[in-house]
């Protein structure tokens, strides 16, 4: 399906995001394994949280939804004791339902087999199947161990301490959701810090897990189920903060975010660029900060995207090359090669594209430059079947002169449900 996308002289209104992905999808797994019934409001309606209530629902777990309006289930806890499924269980396009179910499902007394459509048919999977293997699981994968579909037999686990190659939240929560049946400790520690959910919800649910620094340490734990609002995703904010921040008339206020300090990255970014961004603190939902953002047309400067900082920005990463576009300078994003493995090549598709549209920027083995600030103009586009690509050529697309036509707009539907409908209510959009 494609796209188009026009200019608009004004950017004004309030924005509900949905549900934050990354918890909705901890929300599930980690109630579904409790003792007890919890309900959890405000689940992402997106693709790849739906693939994991399919194959949570495949292993015996009964998730109801409550009332007519998406978003609110009622799941009663296993307790660990899932069910053989009697068929292959398909995470889709999710990489985290993937990686996060293959944690789980090593240790279930009983054979799993785990696939995903092509592109997660292609993403890695030695980094989790190595460590899996060393705590006893018995795992295979495909060209080696290295990718989908993956055959789990599971049975008793060791813990072990584990120093992560890379920094990457799914790996670190396969690993701790592996040793809440294991014997023994599981310690696992991070190169540089990535988000946090998956141990601020064990710990609100009860688990063993002791936090040090950048080490987490669990041991074999009963869960109990817990109630939890789903907050805001801030990734799905960060598109409405660029574009707001790069239209020259704009104001923004964007309702109820997640503002866990291991997401918060895009917003010190887009702060060091000169953004204009107001933060009101909310309550606290399920061990997790909230708070309500503004964000107004801003002079917006060049910055440097490096090191610690990229595993905190990584989803953020192809819409912040769109607002460096932008910016007076060169910005710099480096250390990102990470980005070349998820469900497009990040580096490569986003410089592609921009570049098509008139930006000054160039491909880096672990990054990008991007001299700014540019006019971009509008033209055909492609979405790679990846969602963040989409929705940051949108922006872009709305920041362009003239219109900007994207081919595999239906992507964006992975995430963010209701994104064309939300950028038509505060500009103009129109299907090809």
Same mark, same amino acid.
């Given at each position: 399906?494609?796209?188009?996308?026009l200019?608009?002289?004004r950017?004004?209104g309030?924005v509900?995001?949905?549900?934050d992905?990354?918890?909705?999808?901890?929300s599930a797994?980690?109630?579904?394994l *409790?003792?007890g +019934?919890?309900? #959890?409001?405000n689940?992402s %309606?997106?693709? $790849?949280? =739906?693939?994991?209530l399919?194959?949570?629902r495949?292993?015996?777990?009964?998730?109801?939804?409550?009332?007519?309006a998406?978003?609110?289930?009622v799941?009663?806890?296993?307790?660990h004791?899932?069910q053989e499924?009697?068929q292959?269980?398909?995470c889709g396009?999710?990489?985290?339902?993937?990686?996060?179910?293959?944690g789980?499902?090593?240790?279930?007394p009983?054979?799993?087999?785990l696939?995903?459509?092509?592109?997660?048919?292609?993403?890695?999977?030695?980094?989790?199947?190595?460590?899996l293997?060393?705590?006893g699981?018995?795992?295979?994968?495909?060209?080696?161990n290295?990718?989908?579909?993956?055959?789990?037999?599971?049975?008793?686990?060791?813990g072990?301490?584990?120093?992560?190659?890379?920094?990457?939240a799914?790996?670190k929560?396969?690993?701790?959701?592996?040793?809440?049946? *294991?014997?023994? +400790?599981?310690? #696992?520690?991070?190169?540089a %810090?990535?988000r $946090?959910? =998956?141990?601020?919800?064990?710990?609100?649910?009860?688990?063993?897990?002791?936090?040090?620094g950048?080490s987490?340490?669990?041991r074999?734990?009963?869960?109990?189920?817990t109630?939890?609002?789903?907050?805001?995703?801030?990734?799905?904010?960060?598109?409405?903060?660029?574009?707001?921040?790069?239209?020259?008339?704009?104001?923004?206020?964007?309702?109820?975010?997640?503002?866990?300090?291991t997401?918060t990255?895009v917003?010190?970014?887009?702060?060091?660029?000169?953004?204009v961004?107001t933060?009101?603190?909310?309550?606290?939902?399920?061990g997790?900060?909230?708070?309500?953002?503004?964000v107004?047309?801003?002079?917006?400067?060049a910055?440097?995207?490096s090191?610690e900082?990229?595993?905190?920005v990584?989803?953020?990463?192809?819409?912040l090359?769109?607002?460096a576009c932008f910016?007076?300078g060169t910005?710099?994003i480096?250390?990102a090669e990470?980005?070349?493995?998820?469900?497009?090549?990040?580096?490569?598709?986003?410089?592609?594209?921009?570049?098509?549209?008139g930006?000054?920027?160039?491909?880096l083995?672990?990054?990008?430059?991007?001299?700014?600030?540019?006019?971009?103009?509008?033209?055909?586009?492609?979405g790679?079947r990846?969602h963040r690509?989409?929705?940051?050529l949108?922006v872009a697309?709305?920041?362009?002169?003239?219109?900007?036509?994207?081919?595999?707009?239906?992507?964006?539907?992975?995430?963010?449900?209701?994104f064309?409908?939300?950028?038509?209510?505060?500009t103009?959009?129109?299907?090809a």
């Amino acid at each position: 399906m494609r796209q188009r996308v026009l200019p608009s002289p004004r950017l004004e209104g309030t924005v509900v995001l949905p549900g934050d992905k990354s918890i909705s999808h901890r929300s599930a797994i980690l109630n579904a394994l *409790a003792q007890g +019934t919890a309900t #959890v409001r405000n689940y992402s %309606p997106g693709a $790849d949280c =739906t693939s994991t209530l399919r194959c949570l629902r495949a292993l015996g777990v009964r998730i109801q939804q409550e009332g007519a309006a998406p978003g609110t289930l009622v799941i009663e806890g296993a307790n660990h004791r899932l069910q053989e499924p009697a068929q292959v269980l398909n995470c889709g396009n999710s990489g985290t339902t993937l990686r996060l179910l293959s944690g789980v499902l090593a240790s279930q007394p009983f054979l799993s087999i785990l696939t995903g459509d092509a592109s997660l048919r292609s993403r890695p999977m030695a980094r989790i199947i190595a460590p899996l293997q060393q705590m006893g699981a018995s795992i295979q994968g495909r060209k080696g161990n290295t990718l989908p579909p993956l055959v789990i037999r599971g049975g008793p686990l060791s813990g072990i301490e584990y120093q992560m190659p890379v920094a990457s939240a799914q790996l670190k929560s396969c690993l701790l959701l592996a040793g809440l049946l *294991a014997s023994g +400790t599981t310690v #696992v520690h991070e190169l540089a %810090p990535s988000r $946090d959910h =998956t141990e601020q919800m064990l710990r609100v649910m009860g688990a063993r897990i002791d936090l040090r620094g950048r080490s987490a340490a669990v041991r074999a734990s009963e869960l109990q189920a817990t109630d939890i609002r789903v907050p805001g995703d801030i990734s799905a904010a960060a598109f409405w903060l660029v574009a707001a921040a790069a239209h020259p008339n704009a104001r923004l206020r964007i309702q109820g975010v997640g503002l866990n300090p291991t997401r918060t990255g895009v917003l010190d970014v887009l702060k060091a660029m000169g953004a204009v961004i107001t933060v009101s603190s909310g309550p606290e939902e399920g061990g997790e900060p909230t708070g309500d953002l503004v964000v107004e047309s801003s002079e917006l400067r060049a910055t440097e995207i490096s090191g610690e900082l990229v595993p905190n920005v990584q989803d953020e990463i192809p819409v912040l090359a769109v607002a460096a576009c932008f910016a007076r300078g060169t910005t710099t994003i480096r250390n990102a090669e990470e980005l070349r493995v998820k469900e497009s090549d990040r580096i490569h598709t986003t410089v592609t594209e921009l570049r098509h549209m008139g930006a000054d920027i160039e491909e880096l083995k672990d990054g990008m430059l991007i001299r700014g600030p540019v006019k971009l103009n509008g033209g055909a586009c492609r979405g790679y079947r990846d969602h963040r690509l989409v929705m940051a050529l949108a922006v872009a697309g709305l920041l362009a002169q003239g219109e900007t036509v994207i081919e595999g707009g239906e992507h964006a539907d992975v995430s963010y449900p209701g994104f064309w409908e939300q950028l038509h209510a505060l500009t103009r959009i129109g299907q090809a």
